[in-house]
């Protein structure tokens, strides 16, 4: 393979790898809309809300966990090699999360689907730096990033037909045809590669940053069901998380092959960089939580149609993110994102305002203007990291950015997830005052588990489906606050740190003074 033309068959490749990471991010967000069914008792596993949370986290808090060590056992071992391995992890734990049957299994499937998805995600990106020479790398990488956008955009809705035709499981099932067809065309197409000088492995630095951010997610989830803070069943699983994390962040200082190089945040405009990208996904992902029970139970709407309503925040996504790099440029970074931020704090505040009769073309409208603004967000956080650290550690600086927005998420789902069971069970407890122990338990901390309660009580139950519902929305507004106000802490630190435009450096010659 020449290095200046790169491999003769190298989009067929990019082709491959696209497909491959198809079922990762499709799996994801098909995973939104089927969360009411699997909380269903009778047709799903009767999970509680911090069940879901689990399933949703215990994925992402070992995708991130992982996704450093297995980019350096790729580049060591063979890049194709470790996307074949991670292909065939993934359909295994997809087959088992499908017929998973009670919520702790699906956990566990979901956490090993993780697995999969971190020796998948750094291969791909790798292969492609590999076989594309330098000039195209750039428009080969905004083709994958293009593809991951379309299953973003493609996934809710897809969830919502198998939801609707078929079991729970098939969300995770049809993950399977393509693992199968994608291991065949990685067999066929992909070229092997490794990395000559490929970095040393840091496995204490993985184990101390997945065991803390397990104990701290665990600390927070276990907070939201009992509605206190102050139970030994928080605070010692979240203190101790803590303390693990700050030993980690002490052994990362220390050696010189960190998993996490924690010494680049002492950079400004690296840390607020990757700072503001955590700060919105913390938000979104824990703002897309509540939405999905508001959708489909609130207001009534099928799992097809809650998918179709979600289409709105992806196509823009899609129309607008091709075009934010020149926003970006024309602008600058400061000015571009501070803009978006305020977009999306304003968007997240409006869940507040909304309620059971608010118009679906409003609720269409206000995910399209965040879908817009999520879009011009990216681009001037990744120039800024990418500007602020040197050539060389590119890879480092990208892959820094993509493991904080996982856990940004998956703590974004915990904590505002918590908010939201905490003023429903506070809301819900004098309704419930009268039902026997754990019928309250059960009723009270989530809606699913309300309506559960009331269909037993048969036509006595009924008179708990609008306290419910007026609850829900409540403790909906309290979690769309919060993270409003978590992304209004995004825009201060974009306005006072992010790199502005930069100026034009004007080359003068020395002249000698004129003579009258």
Do not use: C
């Amino acid at each position: 393979m020449d290095p200046k033309t790169g491999h003769p068959r190298r989009w067929a490749i990019l082709g491959v790898l696209v497909f491959s990471l198809l079922a990762v991010v499709l799996d994801n967000t098909i995973l939104n809309v089927a969360m009411k069914t699997i909380a269903d008792e009778t047709v799903g596993l009767g999970a509680t809300q911090s069940e879901l949370e689990w399933a949703i986290n215990s994925y992402t808090l070992v995708f991130a966990g992982l996704l450093f060590t297995f980019g350096v056992i790729g580049d060591r071992t063979g890049r194709k090699r470790m996307l074949f391995i991670g292909m065939v992890l993934f359909g295994l734990a997809s087959l088992a999360s499908a017929y998973a049957q009670d919520p702790t299994q699906l956990i566990l499937a979901r956490a090993a689907m993780g697995i999969g998805g971190a020796a998948i995600m750094p291969a791909t990106l790798a292969i492609i730096s590999n076989v594309f020479p330098p000039g195209e790398r750039g428009k080969a990488i905004g083709v994958w990033a293009g593809g991951v956008g379309l299953a973003v955009a493609i996934g809710p809705i897809t969830g919502g037909l198998l939801i609707e035709h078929f079991w729970w499981g098939s969300v995770f099932l049809i993950n399977v045809p393509i693992v199968l067809v994608s291991l065949v065309l990685i067999s066929t197409v992909v070229p092997e590669s490794r990395d000559p000088k490929p970095s040393r492995l840091d496995p204490l630095g993985v184990a101390l940053s997945i065991v803390g951010l397990v104990a701290i997610v665990y600390g927070i989830i276990r907070g939201g069901a009992l509605a206190t803070v102050f139970s030994a069943e928080v605070l010692v699983p979240t203190v101790f998380g803590l303390a693990v994390l700050g030993v980690f962040v002490w052994w990362e200082r220390r050696i010189d092959h960190p998993v996490f190089d924690v010494r680049n945040f002492a950079n400004v405009r690296f840390s607020s960089a990757i700072g503001m990208m955590g700060i919105v996904f913390f938000a979104m992902m824990g703002g897309m939580f509540f939405l999905t029970f508001y959708l489909q139970i609130v207001l009534g709407f099928t799992p097809v149609q809650a998918g179709a309503l979600m289409i709105p925040f992806a196509a823009a996504q899609l129309i607008f993110a091709p075009l934010s790099q020149r926003v970006n440029q024309r602008f600058g970074a400061k000015l571009s994102a501070t803009v978006s931020l305020i977009v999306v704090t304003l968007a997240l505040g409006s869940y507040a305002l909304m309620d059971q009769n608010t118009p679906v073309l409003l609720i269409e409208i206000v995910f399209f203007v965040q879908g817009a603004a999520m879009a011009n967000i990216m681009p001037p956080a990744t120039t800024a990291i990418m500007e602020s650290l040197p050539r060389e550690k590119a890879g480092v600086g990208s892959a820094m950015s993509n493991t904080v927005r996982q856990l940004a998420g998956a703590l974004g789902v915990a904590v505002l997830g918590s908010v939201l069971s905490s003023s429903y069970r506070g809301e819900m407890a004098p309704v419930l005052a009268a039902l026997p122990a754990d019928a309250q338990h059960a009723a009270g901390e989530s809606i699913m588990g309300t309506m559960t309660v009331a269909q037993s009580m048969g036509e006595q139950g009924q008179a708990l489906i609008q306290p419910a519902y007026a609850a829900f929305v409540e403790g909906m507004h309290v979690t769309a606050m919060v993270s409003a106000v978590v992304a209004l802490l995004g825009v201060v630190v974009v306005a006072r740190w992010m790199p502005g435009k930069p100026r034009p450096v004007l080359h003068t010659e020395q002249r000698e003074p004129a003579t009258v």
